[in-house]
């Protein structure tokens, strides 16, 4: 009786142990993952997030970048840290969604090696283009491309990035084509829009805002559920009748797979309370960006769903998958 009351007693602390944990998490620095350089929109949410996180949770949040391999560096070394909720990662479209489908080998699987937390923020994508060119708007444009096909080139962050796929899906829906010219990175790509020598560019807002705002480029459609404060005079896709286009890009925070369920609500709480304050939605506002907070479901359901999208858009458009 008194080995099985022994058993019962050592049962009832293991079942425990989670609950605890909660409780006394996190009594310890945590480390969110950026697996983007730093300055992008990824690190800068991430900052702008974090320290508020950090704030909420009595401890603070270290961004420790990790660029590489458009977000697979990062990630993989994220899966593989131990799911105790002190290592986090920024779960994004480009790496979640787009890159481990467009590798024949990925190093993680976006959905099985990660518990979701939360998204953060939507950040709208926007098609910008050279002022020479002589299109004020997307039906314009689209009219231009349809009269002269592969005449004109758009740039990308690189081969695979999600604005080399956006460019592709935009092709694809509309029945035209453009020559694909490669950079690494956006910054260097807008440069050359600038200069005239691509005359697209499917970008996002915090990168492209300053120059659309000095008219130095010129936008025609943004993807986002309505029109931008920062851009009242641009249509969204949908508005220009562009629906397929109309995805604004997710950045959303993620945990090791296995990390405990309390420890995951306790951050997902935590995000909900650090989303909510009105300075950090106004920084994350200011970089264009929607802050767009969701259960942990929610955001495991958008991962999982925008995964299978460019699954289906990466088999659609013959991509040759990189090594």
């Not at 990062?74 to 994004?92: F, H, I, N, R």
């Not at 506002?285 to 359901?301: I, L, N, T, Y």
Request: net charge neutral; with cysteine; charged share 15%.
């Amino acid at each position: 009786m008194k080995i099985l009351r022994f058993h019962l007693a050592a049962a009832c602390a293991c079942l425990a142990l989670p609950a605890i944990a909660a409780a006394e998490y996190p009594d310890r620095p945590i480390r969110l993952v950026v697996p983007y350089a730093v300055g992008g929109t990824t690190d800068i949410i991430a900052r702008v997030v974090g320290n508020k996180l950090g704030e909420r949770l009595g401890q603070s949040v270290v961004i420790e970048n990790r660029p590489g391999a458009g977000g697979s560096i990062g990630s993989a070394y994220a899966a593989k840290q131990p799911a105790d909720g002190y290592t986090l990662v920024m779960a994004v479209e480009s790496s979640h969604a787009v890159n481990p489908n467009v590798y024949a080998r990925s190093a993680y699987d976006p959905v099985k090696d990660f518990a979701p937390i939360s998204n953060l923020a939507d950040v709208p994508n926007v098609l910008v283009v050279n002022p020479a060119l002589p299109a004020q708007d997307l039906a314009g444009f689209l009219q231009l491309l349809k009269a002269n096909p592969d005449k004109y080139a758009f740039g990308s962050s690189g081969n695979g990035g999600l604005s080399h796929m956006n460019g592709e899906l935009f092709l694809k829906t509309t029945g035209t084509r453009m020559l694909h010219v490669p950079y690494k990175g956006l910054g260097p790509a807008l440069n050359d829009l600038v200069a005239g020598q691509v005359q697209v560019v499917f970008d996002n807002i915090p990168s492209s805002n300053p120059l659309i705002q000095g008219q130095r480029i010129r936008p025609l459609a943004v993807a986002a559920k309505q029109r931008l404060k920062v851009l009242p005079d641009v249509p969204t896709y949908a508005e220009a009748g562009l629906p397929a286009m109309n995805n604004p890009s997710w950045f959303g925070l993620a945990a090791p797979a296995g990390t405990p369920a309390p420890v995951l609500d306790k951050l997902n709480a935590a995000v909900r309370e650090a989303l909510a304050d009105p300075a950090t939605a106004a920084a994350i506002e200011k970089q264009g960006a929607v802050p767009s907070p969701m259960s942990r479901d929610e955001f495991g359901a958008l991962i999982a769903q925008s995964y299978g999208h460019w699954k289906t858009v990466v088999e659609e458009i013959k991509f040759e998958k990189m090594q």
